[in-house]
T-cell receptor
């Protein structure tokens, strides 16, 4: 089974631009969660999508948004980029269900975003 | 509210020595507990998990963790570390099938 894939792996943008990152979950997984990882703040939860609906949201400004398609692929968008948005953005997928093992998260390799 | 605390941001240790990475959590509901490992320039990989049953969880590469409900802890241990264990380790809780909460991470640096 193919793992979680994220594209692109690396991205360089300038302040004020916007960016879209993509995540393809493991086949059959219906939930996609996004995290921002920085040296100073660690791993911070952005949001989770399940069945094309945002189910959970972290404490990030409205510049950060996402969506999920019918095939469970997800995109996140950051508008009006700031220097502080430079980070590794990780996506994780899970089946999501009432049984604990269904909620194990599998992570992709991440997209390294650098804002200049 | 849920939270995860990893008290040690960095742990230096010599090869073949034992190591313990500490993780404490707070939660008002039942939780499921995980340890993830992250190697440089990679995503997180699941190391081990506690969902139910025996409170001592062991995996094939020698790592183990024990769920202690009274102390709300899930410390990760290995009796003898290897250079290749150098990585960052994250503890996470998943209360009641809701979102995951991650600790701030512990960088394990194994020296020869």
């Amino acid at each position: 089974k193919a793992g979680v894939t994220q594209t692109p792996r690396y991205l360089i943008k300038t302040r004020g631009q916007q960016v879209t990152l993509s995540c393809s979950p493991i086949s059959g997984h219906r939930s996609v969660s996004w995290y921002q990882q920085t040296p100073g703040q660690g791993l911070q939860f952005l949001f989770e999508y399940f069945s094309e609906t945002q189910r959970n949201k972290g404490n990030f400004p409205g510049r950060f948004s996402g969506r999920q398609f019918s095939n469970s692929r997800s995109e996140m968008n950051v508008s009006t980029l700031e220097l502080g948005d430079s980070a590794l953005y990780l996506c994780a997928s899970s089946f999501r269900g009432p049984v604990p093992r269904y909620n194990e998260q599998f992570f992709g390799p991440g997209t390294r975003l650098t804002v200049l | 509210a849920q939270s995860v605390t990893q008290l040690d941001s960095q742990v230096p240790v010599f090869e073949e020595a034992p190591v313990e990475l500490r993780c404490n959590y707070s939660s008002s509901v039942s939780v499921y507990l995980f340890w993830y490992v992250q190697y440089p320039n990679q995503g997180l990989q699941l190391l081990l998990k506690y969902l139910s049953g025996s409170t001592l969880v062991k995996v094939i590469n020698g790592f183990e963790a024990e769920f202690n409900k009274s102390q709300t802890s899930f410390h990760l241990r290995k009796p003898s570390v290897h250079i290749s264990d150098t990585a960052e380790y994250f503890c996470a809780v998943n209360p009641n099938f809701n979102k995951f909460y991650f600790g701030s991470g512990t960088k394990l640096n194994v020296k020869p």
